[in-house]
Protein backbone atom coordinates (compact mmCIF):
# COMPACT_ATOMS: atom_id res chain seq x y z
CA UNK A 1 0.00 0.00 0.00
CA UNK A 2 1.39 3.40 -0.84
CA UNK A 3 2.47 5.48 1.87
CA UNK A 4 1.65 8.84 2.23
CA UNK A 5 4.19 11.64 2.36
CA UNK A 6 3.11 15.26 4.04
CA UNK A 7 6.51 17.46 3.43
CA UNK A 8 6.60 21.00 5.91
CA UNK A 9 9.11 23.42 5.05
CA UNK A 10 9.61 26.94 5.54
CA UNK A 11 11.63 27.91 2.93
CA UNK A 12 13.25 27.30 -0.94
CA UNK A 13 12.41 23.62 0.10
CA UNK A 14 15.83 22.10 -1.90
CA UNK A 15 15.34 18.91 0.50
CA UNK A 16 11.70 18.68 -0.61
CA UNK A 17 12.39 19.34 -4.08
CA UNK A 18 14.62 16.40 -3.78
CA UNK A 19 12.01 14.07 -2.12
CA UNK A 20 9.37 14.63 -4.18
CA UNK A 21 11.53 14.04 -7.15
CA UNK A 22 12.70 10.58 -5.92
CA UNK A 23 9.25 9.74 -5.09
CA UNK A 24 8.37 7.53 -8.18
CA UNK A 25 7.88 4.59 -9.89
CA UNK A 26 8.80 1.66 -7.65
CA UNK A 27 8.97 3.89 -4.18
CA UNK A 28 7.15 2.63 -1.85
CA UNK A 29 5.16 6.85 -0.56
CA UNK A 30 4.09 9.68 -2.59
CA UNK A 31 3.93 12.91 -1.94
CA UNK A 32 0.49 14.14 -0.84
CA UNK A 33 0.67 17.39 0.73
CA UNK A 34 3.52 20.32 1.14
CA UNK A 35 2.88 22.92 4.14
CA UNK A 36 4.60 25.65 4.75
CA UNK A 37 4.04 27.89 8.18
CA UNK A 38 5.53 30.99 5.37
CA UNK A 39 3.18 32.05 2.67
CA UNK A 40 5.82 33.35 0.31
CA UNK A 41 8.29 30.46 0.98
CA UNK A 42 9.56 29.50 -2.36
CA UNK A 43 9.25 25.59 -2.38
CA UNK A 44 5.24 26.68 -2.22
CA UNK A 45 5.53 27.25 -6.31
CA UNK A 46 8.24 24.42 -6.61
CA UNK A 47 5.44 21.78 -5.03
CA UNK A 48 2.98 23.21 -7.08
CA UNK A 49 4.93 22.84 -10.18
CA UNK A 50 5.65 19.33 -9.51
CA UNK A 51 1.64 18.81 -9.20
CA UNK A 52 1.86 18.40 -5.45
CA UNK A 53 -1.30 19.93 -3.10
CA UNK A 54 0.23 23.10 -1.18
CA UNK A 55 -1.24 24.37 1.63
CA UNK A 56 0.02 27.84 4.02
CA UNK A 57 -0.80 27.88 7.80
CA UNK A 58 1.39 31.37 8.66
CA UNK A 59 2.52 31.29 12.06
CA UNK A 60 2.66 34.99 12.46
CA UNK A 61 -1.27 36.08 13.38
CA UNK A 62 -1.15 33.52 15.93
CA UNK A 63 1.61 34.95 17.68
CA UNK A 64 3.02 33.35 20.29
CA UNK A 65 -0.48 31.17 20.80
CA UNK A 66 1.65 28.24 19.88
CA UNK A 67 -1.14 25.25 20.36
CA UNK A 68 -3.60 27.59 18.45
CA UNK A 69 -1.42 27.56 15.31
CA UNK A 70 -0.85 23.75 15.47
CA UNK A 71 -4.27 23.19 16.10
CA UNK A 72 -5.00 24.93 12.55
CA UNK A 73 -1.64 23.61 11.26
CA UNK A 74 -2.98 20.07 12.03
CA UNK A 75 -6.56 20.70 10.99
CA UNK A 76 -5.07 21.27 7.48
CA UNK A 77 -2.95 18.27 7.70
CA UNK A 78 -5.61 15.60 8.59
CA UNK A 79 -7.49 16.67 5.36
CA UNK A 80 -4.38 14.77 3.41
CA UNK A 81 -4.53 11.33 5.82
CA UNK A 82 -0.26 11.23 5.83
CA UNK A 83 1.44 8.32 6.90
CA UNK A 84 4.70 9.99 7.07
CA UNK A 85 5.43 13.42 8.18
CA UNK A 86 9.03 14.76 6.49
CA UNK A 87 10.34 18.17 8.41
CA UNK A 88 12.12 19.70 5.67
CA UNK A 89 13.72 23.20 6.14
CA UNK A 90 11.06 23.24 8.42
CA UNK A 91 11.82 26.35 10.96
CA UNK A 92 9.26 26.34 14.00
CA UNK A 93 9.65 24.24 16.65
CA UNK A 94 6.56 21.76 17.10
CA UNK A 95 5.62 20.80 20.36
CA UNK A 96 5.05 17.47 22.17
CA UNK A 97 0.89 17.98 21.70
CA UNK A 98 2.03 17.73 17.98
CA UNK A 99 4.65 15.42 17.63
CA UNK A 100 2.96 12.67 19.99
CA UNK A 101 0.21 11.63 16.89
CA UNK A 102 3.23 10.77 15.06
CA UNK A 103 5.64 9.44 17.48
CA UNK A 104 7.54 6.97 15.06
CA UNK A 105 6.14 8.39 11.65
CA UNK A 106 7.68 12.06 11.70
CA UNK A 107 11.14 12.66 10.24
CA UNK A 108 13.71 15.88 10.12
CA UNK A 109 16.94 16.74 8.71
CA UNK A 110 19.43 18.88 10.63
CA UNK A 111 22.14 20.06 9.46
CA UNK A 112 24.87 18.97 12.04
CA UNK A 113 26.31 15.35 12.84
CA UNK A 114 23.93 15.16 16.60
CA UNK A 115 24.01 14.44 18.44
CA UNK A 116 26.62 17.76 17.84
CA UNK A 117 25.06 21.31 17.40
CA UNK A 118 21.71 20.68 18.62
CA UNK A 119 19.79 23.72 17.53
CA UNK A 120 20.77 27.03 14.88
CA UNK A 121 23.67 28.34 13.67
CA UNK A 122 25.51 24.54 13.02
CA UNK A 123 27.66 25.94 10.59
CA UNK A 124 29.24 28.35 12.29
CA UNK A 125 29.70 26.53 15.51
CA UNK A 126 31.80 24.08 13.59
CA UNK A 127 33.78 26.07 12.48
CA UNK A 128 34.63 28.06 15.34
CA UNK A 129 34.96 24.70 17.32
CA UNK A 130 37.87 24.09 14.72
CA UNK A 131 36.10 20.79 13.70
CA UNK A 132 37.48 18.63 10.59
CA UNK A 133 34.25 17.55 9.51
CA UNK A 134 30.52 18.24 9.73
CA UNK A 135 27.25 16.60 8.23
CA UNK A 136 23.91 16.51 8.45
CA UNK A 137 21.64 14.05 10.19
CA UNK A 138 17.95 12.52 9.27
CA UNK A 139 16.33 11.54 12.51
CA UNK A 140 12.89 10.97 14.00
CA UNK A 141 11.09 13.77 15.46
CA UNK A 142 10.75 13.70 19.43
CA UNK A 143 9.48 16.43 21.89
CA UNK A 144 12.99 17.41 22.53
CA UNK A 145 14.89 19.34 19.70
CA UNK A 146 16.97 17.70 17.62
CA UNK A 147 17.07 14.60 19.94
CA UNK A 148 15.17 11.65 18.43
CA UNK A 149 17.06 7.99 17.07
CA UNK A 150 19.16 8.52 14.27
CA UNK A 151 17.96 7.21 11.07
CA UNK A 152 21.07 8.30 8.57
CA UNK A 153 23.99 10.51 8.65
CA UNK A 154 26.35 11.93 5.77
CA UNK A 155 29.81 13.72 6.80
CA UNK A 156 32.06 16.32 4.76
CA UNK A 157 35.15 17.68 5.35
CA UNK A 158 35.62 21.19 6.58
CA UNK A 159 38.52 22.60 5.05
CA UNK A 160 40.82 25.53 6.27
CA UNK A 161 39.15 28.03 4.02
CA UNK A 162 35.80 27.21 4.61
CA UNK A 163 33.35 29.99 5.01
CA UNK A 164 29.72 29.61 7.25
CA UNK A 165 28.73 29.62 3.03
CA UNK A 166 30.61 27.28 1.61
CA UNK A 167 30.15 24.29 4.92
CA UNK A 168 26.52 24.70 4.60
CA UNK A 169 26.42 24.41 0.57
CA UNK A 170 28.75 20.93 0.89
CA UNK A 171 26.24 20.00 3.57
CA UNK A 172 23.21 20.72 1.53
CA UNK A 173 24.44 18.64 -1.11
CA UNK A 174 25.06 15.54 1.25
CA UNK A 175 21.18 16.52 3.09
CA UNK A 176 19.75 15.79 -0.76
CA UNK A 177 21.55 12.79 -1.20
CA UNK A 178 20.83 11.52 2.28
CA UNK A 179 17.24 12.07 3.20
CA UNK A 180 15.92 10.46 -0.01
CA UNK A 181 17.98 7.82 0.90
CA UNK A 182 16.81 7.50 4.22
CA UNK A 183 12.98 7.49 3.32
CA UNK A 184 13.03 5.04 0.75
CA UNK A 185 14.21 2.94 3.40
CA UNK A 186 11.75 3.84 6.68
CA UNK A 187 8.79 3.44 4.25
CA UNK A 188 10.08 0.50 3.13
CA UNK A 189 10.80 -0.71 7.12
CA UNK A 190 14.27 -0.65 7.16
CA UNK A 191 15.35 0.44 10.81
CA UNK A 192 19.09 0.35 10.19
CA UNK A 193 20.19 3.73 10.65
CA UNK A 194 22.23 4.70 6.90
CA UNK A 195 25.86 6.41 6.92
CA UNK A 196 26.94 8.11 3.97
C1 LIG B 1 18.87 22.96 5.37
O1 LIG B 1 20.17 23.23 5.82
C2 LIG B 1 18.25 21.94 6.31
O2 LIG B 1 19.23 21.11 6.91
C3 LIG B 1 17.62 22.79 7.34
O3 LIG B 1 17.04 23.85 6.58
C4 LIG B 1 17.97 24.20 5.54
C5 LIG B 1 17.25 24.61 4.28
O4 LIG B 1 16.59 23.49 3.78
N1 LIG B 1 16.63 22.03 8.09
P1 LIG B 1 15.72 23.55 2.39
O5 LIG B 1 16.63 24.03 1.29
O6 LIG B 1 14.58 24.53 2.63
O7 LIG B 1 15.30 22.13 2.19
New binding site residues.
Given amino acids: MTQRVALF ?10 LVEDMKGDHPARPVVVLSNVPD ?1 G ?1 IPAAARMGVPTVTVDHRPFGKDRAAFEAALMAELKRFRPDVIC ?5 RVLTADFVRPFAGRML ?4 SLLPKYKGLH ?1 HQRALEAGDHEAG ?1 TVHLVTPELDDGPILGQARVPVLPDDTEATL ?1 AR ?2 AR ?1 HQLYPAVLRRFVSGQTEPLFL
Avoid: D, W
Fill in positions: ISGGGSNMIRAGLAGFMNIHPTCAVLE
